[in-house]
């Protein structure tokens, strides 16, 4: 449920440790982490929280896209899926894409659609139908890339969210040529 103010505090209570600074304390745990499984659990409760307008600043605030981001560069697959899961989440909003983007980030998401993990390839292609926009449609749009999804599109027998996800961003992103 997305929460406003008023709802975080009734959630929080009085002795309740206010949002940022618990985000703040699983940034840290990250950071401080020496094993994979503990990375793994902070990343997917992150990318959790970044689906909510109300944490979008603390995301920005804590640099969660870049530690989203860095996760998709890692070779654990699961810190792999988490990120981009993250990236999906957090990229709705614009300000968010916009970061996203200014990152570096898109050839990062652009790489998880060849990703053996089905959930990496929906984030994936997910973040791209949010992240394209005038500004990096040239970037998204490179025909190597539209091939790729063009066979998402078809391939509803093998997955259909694959296909729906990959039908969304060609029918918003290139009208008429699908």
């Known amino acids: 449920m997305f929460t406003n103010n008023k709802r975080q505090q009734e959630r929080t209570g009085r002795n309740g440790r206010p949002k940022l600074q618990y985000l703040q304390e699983l940034v840290s745990e990250f950071q401080n982490a020496t094993d994979e499984e503990t990375k793994e659990k902070v990343v997917a409760h992150l990318a959790n929280f970044a689906y909510d ?13 870049d530690l989203f981001l860095d ?35 898109i050839p990062l998401v652009v790489q998880c659609l060849s990703n053996p993990v089905r959930n990496t390839v929906n984030y994936a292609l997910g973040a ?14 490179k ?16 997955s259909v969210s ?11 992103h290139r009208p008429g040529k699908t």
């Open 71 to 105: 996760c998709v560069t890692e070779r654990n697959e699961k810190l792999m899926e988490f990120g981009v899961g993250g990236i999906y989440n957090a990229c709705v909003d614009p300000a968010n894409a916009a970061l996203i983007s200014q990152c570096d980030g």
């Open 162 to 172: 694959f296909s729906n996800l990959a039908k969304a961003f060609l029918e918003k």
């Open 143 to 158: 025909p190597n890339v539209v091939e790729v999804i063009e066979r998402y599109a078809s391939a509803g027998a093998v």
């Open 128 to 141: 791209l139908y949010y992240l394209c926009n005038p500004v990096n449609k040239e970037e998204i749009l």
């Open 53 to 65: 307008p109300f944490k979008f600043t603390f995301l920005r605030q804590l640099n969660d896209l």
